[in-house]
T-cell receptor, first 117, second 116 residues
Framework: GAVVSQHPSRVICKSGTSVKIECRSL??????MFWYRQFPKQSLMLMAT?????????EQGVEKDKFLINHASLTLSTLTVTSAHPEDSSFYIC?????????????FGPGTRLTVL | QQQVKQSPQSLIVQKGGISIINCAYE??????FPWYQQFPGKGPALLIA?????SEKKEGRFTISFNKSAKQFSLHIMDSQPGDSATYFC???????????????FGQGTILTVHP
């Protein structure tokens, strides 16, 4: 149980276009979802926290208008990178917590590799 | 005060040996300490986690040792295997309610290589 999926797994786009990444909890209801960004050989950097039906909370330094997060249901959150530029190229990973385990255990998706040309 | 410091940055171990990775934290409000394993191009997977009310937790070949007074915790991988070669992250979180609930602070990561 506790499976989180992401789609797409890999995306290549041109500079200036927008890209949407989906994160789904497949077998549990996710009360909270998190979005991370990871550069090669570096740790995970939290971008934002989202709760179903409410606005996302962004970490300091993360542009809200650049990275749009929508948590439309208890099983789906989306991250849209607007007007993507080469510096947005990165590995984006989502995670989700549910009621099991007191909501402390985060289950991670497989990640999405974004390359902006 | 939100930092979690992890060492070493990289570690090379022979097959069958013990791998030890250490983490130190500053925020005494942290009350949940998980370890994650990440293979290249994949998302992190939870290995084992501990709460500060116990000093040690063991699951198979993986053991967490926790020293509350020193604000340190470590991961021991017994009988290390080539398949254990991956990046390991320690993390910590606190129950602060609201939007901080469950938010993880990650260590810098340790690249483990187990030679056959």
């Amino acid at each position: 149980g506790a499976v989180v999926s992401q789609h797409p797994s890999r995306v290549i786009c041109k500079s200036g276009t927008s890209v949407k990444i989906e994160c789904r909890s497949l077998d549990f209801q996710a009360t909270t979802m998190f979005w991370y960004r990871q550069f090669p050989k570096q740790s995970l950097m939290l971008m934002a926290t989202s709760n179903e039906g409410s606005k996302a909370t962004y970490e300091q330094g993360v542009e809200k208008d650049k990275f749009l997060i929508n948590h439309a249901s208890l099983t789906l959150s989306t991250l849209t990178v607007t007007s993507a530029h080469p510096e947005d190229s990165s590995f984006y990973i989502c995670s989700a917590t549910g009621l099991a385990g007191g909501g402390r255990e985060q289950f991670f998706g497989p990640g999405t590799r974004l390359t902006v040309l | 005060q939100q930092q979690v410091k992890q060492s070493p940055q990289s570690l090379i171990v022979q097959k069958g040996g013990i791998s030890i990775i250490n983490c130190a934290y500053e925020n005494t409000a942290f009350d949940y300490f998980p370890w994650y394993q990440q293979f290249p191009g994949k998302g992190p997977a939870l290995l084992i986690a501990i709460r500060p009310d116990v000093s040690e937790k063991k699951e198979g070949r993986f053991t967490i040792s926790f020293n509350k007074s020193a604000k340190q915790f470590s991961l021991h991988i017994m009988d290390s295997q080539p398949g254990d070669s991956a990046t390991y992250f320690c993390a910590a979180s606190r129950d602060a309610g609201g939007t901080s609930y469950g938010k993880l602070t990650f260590g810098q990561g340790t690249i483990l290589t187990v030679h056959p």
